[in-house]
């Protein structure tokens, strides 16, 4: 099967949908289709990038780590026709995914897409952000679709949600798996002494971008808060982005900037050892379809405490393999750290096993059969578009173009006044 994935995230970008494309991609491959991936270009692309066609994009788009795709290219059609594709699956409704349905319309192929976002969380990243706007990108997700011959759903949750919000098109679970291997068999002891943690410290941990959809600062107040109770905790926050001085300042104005281990991006073997050395994974983002962070920690044997949300609750089993907080209430998460404080060992033990369990039934294996086996019907029977959905669908592009072409004006605007000495 050929197969062509779009999306407006992908390497270097780190972030749960770029992980999630390349990771389908991979266990593909591995099964011997053919992957090419559409995607927007970095200022420093990635040393191997075959099988990948990289879409113009704008940089670092509103003081964010993200590319933005310009929706259209020169050689993308040509490239097409080589690869000679069965299925288009996009993993956005907008810009590259726009790209998507054309592709799939013009060519008469179905067309997938992954629902990996709750859109009106991220909205915070446009100049013109209001109520209005969530709305609008809410409806935007709905519509594409309902122009789709399957949507995935990371998450029950998700499903559930969209279903909700009025989509019709058939909705199938299949979560990112996790590759156990990946992060099985870490050195802890390692990853302690390289960052200067002691081995006898409370180490809890988060793996993520530093992003205020994350909710990273009520997280973080909360173990700061549990920090000055306990001399023996330390905090190891993994990753990088908007957040991050931020945060860094949090900890540092409470006198605890010796226990917090910010060691940027980890990848890798450094990665799997990072999550090794945690005793706990704490999470607090509610903006999931999924959370492949908790899947990863629990490959390692990290229990994980997170709040109850959409693609957290089907991972987290309250006392189990971790605790699930009911609501965002920082009282209620130390109580929860407090309790995995004075555990046993033994009991801390059961934790560890259970959390590793539970991977196990998210395994990338497992995960990509199931979307293979999804994918192969829609190869057999002719997939065609309404007119009149389309009809509506190019009158609701029209007014993104239009919106586009707004908020590149007050960037446009914004940046200029902001270049300009003040005048006298």
């Known amino acids: 099967m050929n197969i062509v994935m779009?999306?407006?995230?992908?390497?270097?970008?780190?972030?749960?949908?770029?992980?999630?494309?390349?990771?389908?991609?991979?266990?593909?491959?591995?099964?011997g289709h053919r992957v090419l991936i559409v995607a927007p270009e970095f200022s420093q692309p990635p040393d191997n990038d075959s099988d990948v066609v990289r879409i113009h994009a704008i940089q670092n788009f509103n003081g964010s780590?993200?590319?933005?795709?310009?929706?259209?290219?020169?050689?993308?059609?040509?490239?097409?026709?080589?690869?000679?594709?069965?299925?288009?699956?996009?993993?956005?409704?907008?810009?590259?995914?726009?790209?998507?349905?054309?592709?799939?319309?013009?060519?008469?192929?179905p067309l997938v897409f992954t629902h990996h976002t709750l859109y009106e969380r991220y909205t915070h990243y446009v100049p013109a952000?209001?109520?209005?706007?969530?709305?609008?990108?809410?409806?935007?997700?709905?519509?594409?679709?309902?122009?789709a011959s399957l949507v995935f759903a990371p998450s029950q949750s998700i499903a559930e949600l969209l279903r909700q919000r009025g989509v019709k098109t058939p909705i199938a679970e299949v979560p990112t798996g996790v590759k156990l291997a990946d992060y099985r068999g870490g050195d802890s002891a390692a990853a302690r002494r390289e960052l200067g943690i002691p081995v006898n410290a409370l180490l809890l941990g988060h793996l993520g971008r530093l992003a205020a959809e994350k909710n990273l600062e009520f997280l973080a107040g909360a173990v700061a808060e549990f920090m000055q109770r306990d001399p023996q905790v330390h905090f190891l926050l993994v990753g990088s982005g908007p957040l991050a001085e931020t945060?860094?300042?949090?900890?540092?104005?409470?006198?605890?900037?010796?226990?917090?281990?910010?060691?940027?991006?980890?990848?890798?073997?450094?990665?799997?050892?990072?999550?090794?050395?945690?005793?706990?994974?704490?999470?607090?983002?509610?903006?999931?379809?999924?959370?492949?962070?908790?899947?990863e920690a629990m490959a390692a044997g990290t229990p994980v405490i997170a709040l109850d949300a959409n693609g957290t609750r089907e991972v987290v089993r309250d006392g189990v393999n971790g605790r699930l907080i009911q609501r965002e209430d920082a009282a209620e998460l130390i109580a929860a750290l407090e309790w995995l404080r004075d555990l046993p060992p033994e009991r801390r033990k059961q934790l560890s096993q259970e959390a590793s369990t539970t991977a196990e039934t998210f395994s990338m294996d497992n995960c990509a059969d199931r979307a293979l086996s999804?994918?192969?019907?829609?190869?057999?029977?002719?997939?065609?578009?309404?007119?009149?959905?389309?009809?509506?669908w190019q009158?609701?592009?029209n007014v993104i173009g239009a919106q586009w072409e707004i908020l590149e004006g007050v960037t446009g605007a914004a940046g200029a006044a902001l270049s300009q000495p003040p005048q006298r």
């Open 6 to 31: 779009l999306t407006n995230t992908y390497l270097p970008h780190v972030g749960g949908v770029a992980r999630s494309v390349a990771a389908f991609a991979q266990a593909y491959r591995e099964r």
């Open 65 to 109: 780590d993200f590319s933005v795709a310009l929706p259209f290219s020169g050689h993308l059609s040509e490239t097409l026709n080589d690869f000679r594709p069965d299925l288009i699956h996009a993993h956005h409704p907008f810009l590259l995914g726009m790209t998507a349905l054309r592709i799939a319309r013009a060519r008469q192929l």
């Open 129 to 147: 952000d209001s109520q209005a706007l969530k709305r609008f990108v809410i409806e935007l997700a709905t519509r594409y679709a309902n122009l």
């Open 247 to 295: 945060l860094r300042q949090l900890f540092d104005a409470r006198g605890l900037g010796e226990r917090l281990h910010m060691p940027g991006t980890l990848q890798g073997t450094k990665q799997r050892d990072a999550y090794a050395a945690m005793d706990a994974f704490v999470f607090a983002s509610t903006s999931e379809t999924q959370g492949m962070v908790l899947t």
């Open 374 to 392: 999804l994918y192969q019907p829609l190869l057999e029977q002719p997939w065609s578009l309404d007119d009149s959905l389309y009809a509506q």
């Open 395 to 397: 009158r609701l592009c």
